[in-house]
């Protein structure tokens, strides 16, 4: 079974600066997908980044980008220019190819300082 | 706002009782799936319904049913409940497709007393 862990349960960051969250996952696949939502007070998951297991380009969106490295089976995102609004539980998530399930890790609970 | 909508977002209900959540999708996401999320922990897959056809289940009972509808809307059914199914209730949609992005509500908060 796959299994996905985030090992830093808070972290926090200085607005403006950058900040790195870490997840590491467990899989016997070679093609799968990878993500990382973004879960405010609100509740509502929100998308951040995706990336595909096969390509080895890492995935950018803005301010957010991965670094995705397949044989260390480790997908950690790093949020450059924090802002306030990027306060918030950020989980990592795994997929396999067959698109039924989607495990998630325990989430990283991001403060951002002003 | 992801165009998702789960009803109630909040309920209450006693051990042994039964209950019924909603959830709404966009126009044209042919896959739901649903998720517990325990406090402090990331969601559990429950199970997924394609075209109105479970499609991939989680380590939920069968007490755990869902329902797809043709409207895009979509049910979870738990019955016999017990204290541990307390937790925010999630549901996501999208199109089929391991890379599909998946669409999520805002979640019911259910608590069993």
């Known amino acids: 079974a796959q299994t996905v862990t985030q090992s830093q349960p808070e972290m926090s960051v200085q607005e403006a600066e950058t900040v790195t969250l870490s997840c590491t996952y467990d899989?016997?696949?070679?093609?799968?997908?990878l993500f990382w939502y973004k879960q405010p007070p609100s509740r509502q998951m929100i998308l951040v980044i995706r990336?595909?297991?096969?390509?080895?380009q890492n995935a950018t969106e803005n301010r957010f980008s991965v670094n995705f490295q397949k044989a260390a089976k480790s997908f950690s995102l790093k949020i450059s220019d924090s802002q306030l609004g990027d306060a918030a539980m950020y989980f990592c998530?795994?997929?396999?190819?067959?698109?039924?399930?989607?495990?998630f890790g325990d989430g990283t609970t991001l403060t951002v300082k002003p | 706002e992801t165009g998702v909508t789960q009803s109630p977002t909040h309920l209450i209900k006693t051990r042994g009782q039964q209950v019924t959540l909603r959830c709404s999708s966009q126009?044209?996401?042919?896959?739901v799936s649903w998720y517990q999320q325990a406090l402090g922990q990331g969601p559990q897959f429950i199970f997924q319904?394609?075209?109105?056809?479970?499609?991939g289940r989680g380590n939920f009972p069968p007490r755990f049913s869902g329902l797809q509808f043709p409207n895009y809307s979509s049910e979870l059914n738990v019955n016999a409940l017990e204290l541990d199914d307390s937790a925010l209730y999630l549901c996501?949609?999208?199109?089929?497709?391991?890379?599909?992005?998946?669409?999520f509500g805002q979640g019911t908060r259910l608590t069993v007393v």
């Open positions: 990336q595909e297991a096969y390509k080895q």
């Open positions: 319904y394609y075209r109105e056809e479970e499609n």
């Open positions: 998530a795994y997929r396999d190819t067959n698109a039924g399930k989607s495990t």
């Open positions: 996501a949609s999208g199109k089929q497709g391991a890379y599909s992005e998946a669409f």
């Open positions: 126009s044209g996401h042919n896959t």
């Open positions: 899989t016997s696949e070679s093609d799968y997908y």
